[in-house]
Every structure is written in structure tokens, then in C-alpha cells.
């Protein structure tokens, strides 16, 4: 069974920063095209971040230079992790794992950027 897994949300001011994580199991990680979406009240989802199994990356032009999107295959695992964070950045992330017709999501983290 597919699970994914986020975790390292939390409350942050702006400036500040986290790390998210999501631990993937029940799929051959390496094919997956691994995302990050995030989804504030009143909003769409959107992209923020994904990264190819071969490693390339793509980025909301909202986030590019302060978020960096990375994977270690050998841990199941991809992580984002988010520079200078603005209140605007407040929304619940997930992760996302494509490959061909499957995709798959996590439940979500909060991250919130407030003082």
C-alpha cells in the first residue's frame, strides 16, 4: 500500500525557515516524479516544487531562490526545504509521487508564517 508521509510543518516568523519531509513506502521510489503542492484557504492547489527521478528540478517562480526541492532515493524520502518564508507561504503542503497513470498524495502539513 502507498503511503506518504509529511512531516515538519509548523509555525515559523517571517525570515525564518523549515525543512519538510516526506517518507514515501509502498513504491519504487526511484521512477517517481516526486512534488510538492501546497493549498491555502480560499485557494487552488499549486505546484511549489517537484523534482524528476534523474534529479531535475522545477519551482513555483513564487519560491524560486528561497525554496530547494531534493531527494534521497535511499531513504524513500524528499524533502523541501524553505528559505525566508513569507506569510504568504502559509498553507497546508503535500507531497506528491507520480509515475505514468499513478499519483498519489500525503495528508499534508501546516505550515504557518506568522508573527
Known amino acids: 500500500q502507498v503511503q506518504l508521509v509529511e512531516s515538519g510543518g509548523g509555525l515559523v516568523q517571517p525570515g525564518g525557515s523549515l525543512r519538510l519531509s516526506c517518507a514515501a513506502s509502498g513504491i519504487t521510489f526511484t521512477i517517481y516524479t516526486m512534488g510538492w503542492y501546497r493549498q491555502a484557504p480560499g485557494k487552488q492547489r499549486e505546484l511549489v516544487a517537484s523534482i524528476t527521478s534523474g534529479g531535475n528540478t522545477n519551482y513555483a517562480d513564487s519560491v524560486k531562490g528561497r525554496f530547494t526541492i531534493s531527494r534521497d532515493n535511499a531513504k524513500n524520502t524528499v524533502y523541501l526545504q524553505m528559505n525566508s518564508l513569507k506569510p504568504e507561504d502559509t498553507a497546508v503542503y503535500l507531497c506528491?509521487?507520480?509515475?505514468?497513470?499513478?499519483?498519489?498524495w500525503g495528508q499534508g502539513t501546516q505550515v504557518t508564517v506568522s508573527s
Open positions: 506528491n509521487a507520480k509515475a505514468g497513470i499513478v499519483n498519489r
